[in-house]
Nanobody
Framework: QVQLVESGGGSVQAGGSLRLSCASS????????MGWFRQAPGKERDGVAV????????YYAPSVEGRFTISQDSAKKTVYLQMDSLKPEDTAMYYC??????????????????WGQGTQVTVSS
């Protein structure tokens, strides 16, 4: 069983930045596809960005490409999501996800076994 603990959400004005963190309890951190999904009120939960912790391969949703950056610190078993140039439409609950495999694209909700509790990001105009 892998536990994911998120932190770093909050409220920011449009154009601002936030950094989300996700700490993993996995024994072998380097063999996971990890990343972030988000869900806005009344909308489906969609992939935002993922990274393969064994090699740094990354995928991004088109809506965040160029504004968000996913990265990892293997020593801390932590994945980060740096979010810049935030827009009101980025407002959502953000969930950290993990699955013990290579990343083949963003994937879907059903592609990930482990989920964090979620952290709220609110962007005001």
């Amino acid at each position: 069983q892998v536990q994911l603990v998120e932190s770093g959400g909050g409220s920011v004005q449009a154009g601002g930045s936030l950094r989300l963190s996700c700490a993993s309890s996995a024994r072998t951190f380097s063999k996971y596809c990890m990343g972030w999904f988000r869900q806005a009120p009344g909308k489906e939960r969609d992939g935002v960005a993922v990274i393969y912790t064994g090699g740094g391969v990354t995928y991004y949703a088109p809506s965040v490409e160029g504004r968000f950056t996913i990265s990892q610190d293997s020593a801390k078993k932590t994945v980060y999501l740096q979010m810049d140039s935030l827009k009101p439409e980025d407002t959502a609950m953000y969930y950290c996800v993990a699955d013990g495999r290579f990343c083949y694209g963003l994937g879907t909700v059903g592609s990930f076994t482990y989920w964090g509790q979620g952290t709220q990001v609110t962007v005001s105009s």
